[in-house]
């Protein structure tokens, strides 16, 4: 009979799991990871928790152990060709890229991590097969590995259910697959073409991961259940195997913000992945997330300034302006010109600046004054991608577009994977008439930042005034709860002036009027 381990002992545990597969746990599956605990303790004899846990240390266990966890730990559920808009860019822009970088040596390189069951890396072999009967001289390399054994033998067995070809289209079912009983059996051809392994992704292991192996790797929805510091360097060893040039696919819901600098953002085929920097670029420099705050409801309703047919940009420059006058009757002061984009200081890592200033500056309106305190910075500290972005978002209240489209465009030379930044473009361009652009970019600020707002906002009222309807209903929707949970700082900074409370009003007007319920 094991002694119920105490909470005590259950968070040491979320600590061994996160220092042996990576894997993070909130708070709310505690419960679920004190009965994988409970479990383990019965499986392996042991009665207290200090026993198990000198097992899951001991050298002779660990990596059994580690397998064990993994089984009960993480998921294995995929499918062929998931995501099918990843497998179109696969086959339609990284194997001609590819092709045409490795033709000297004819050899190709593809490496599936976190294979689960073997879908995804046989899915890329069948596209190859079918897509690319010039490579059949080549030397192909497609490789699996997944921490889960007994889900890595599945794969090498490349026996599957019906559920699993839910997304195949049905020729490539007839001519890869057989009837096995209620399965289907894949191709042996296909099938040989790839190598399965059983690895944990979280250990280093400088042999496997060789510089410049891979032309290509998928890691689909394996970081977000990691922690940070993990999810760190598993992209760092990724990067370090990829040849220049090689392409990175994640999970819809994963990004490399604030995590790798190593990679430009690519999208094609609607749908976001990534390409690693030649080796003679030199790397963005590391930046993370506006310190947030808590700052109090300050702000302007929205009725009397956004009408309906506004675009979001003219709500904006008339809330600005209202400010500027406001600013103008109690001090007899005039608004500042705007300041110029700030030139790039080459390869230099700027200075550490205190945002608290410029913040509470932007929080009690004073645009003018935070512009200045902005200006003033020393050059190293202006440079900074946060100074540059405060810039920007006091260019565009201002209606300075231009000069903000310069300065966004400058912070994403730093940092190319800024959401404000994208966000701030799409409102440029959408004023310059460049609705593709706009799109585009507000697609790309709500893809690196799954909780912001404003990006999904924009999508609805551009949408609308173009009269898509589904869209606009779509994204206005899928804002509005957004908003409810956006951070307060995010909103002083991106909100165009205007509170919480009148955000989310404006939002339900809008997808009234599109005939979505609110």
Known sequence: MIVAPAVAEIEYFRGLVAEHLGLHFEDSKLDFLAGVLRQRMEDTGCRLFSEYRKRISSFAEERNETCALAEQLTVGETYFFRYAEHFQAFAEVVIPNRIQARGSDRRLRILSAGCASGEEPYSLAILIHERFPELASWDIEIRGFDVNASIVGKAKRARYSPWSLRETPHDLQSKYFRG????????????????????????????????????????????????????????????????????????????????????????????????????????????????????????????????????????IRRASERIANLTQERNGLAVSAPASTIPPIANSRPAAWDRTVAIELLRREKFSEAMEHLRALPAESRADPDAQLLIAVLLTNGGELPEAEKVCRHVLNLDELNAGAHYLIALCREHAGDQVGAVQHDQTAAYLDSAFAMPHLHLGLVAKRSADVETARRELGRALPLLDREDASRILLFGGGFTREALVEFCRAELRACGGAS
């Open 180 to 315: 096995h009983g209620r399965d289907f059996q894949l191709d042996e051809a296909v099938r040989s073409s790839v190598r399965f392994e059983e690895r944990n992704l979280v250990e280093e292991d400088p042999l496997f991961w060789q510089r410049d192996s891979f032309d290509a790797v998928f890691c689909r929805n394996v970081t977000m259940y990691f922690t940070t510091d993990v999810t760190r360097s598993v992209i760092a060893r990724i990067a370090q195997s990829l040849a220049p040039g090689g392409f990175l696919f994640l999970g819809h819901a994963e990004t490399l913000r604030a995590v790798s600098h190593e990679f430009h953002l690519r999208h094609t085929h609607e749908t976001f992945y990534y390409q690693r920097r030649e080796a003679n670029e030199t790397e963005c420099v590391m930046t993370l997330p506006l310190e947030t705050a808590e700052y109090s409801s300050f702000r302007r309703p929205v009725p009397e300034l956004v009408e309906p047919s506004d675009s979001w940009f003219s709500a």
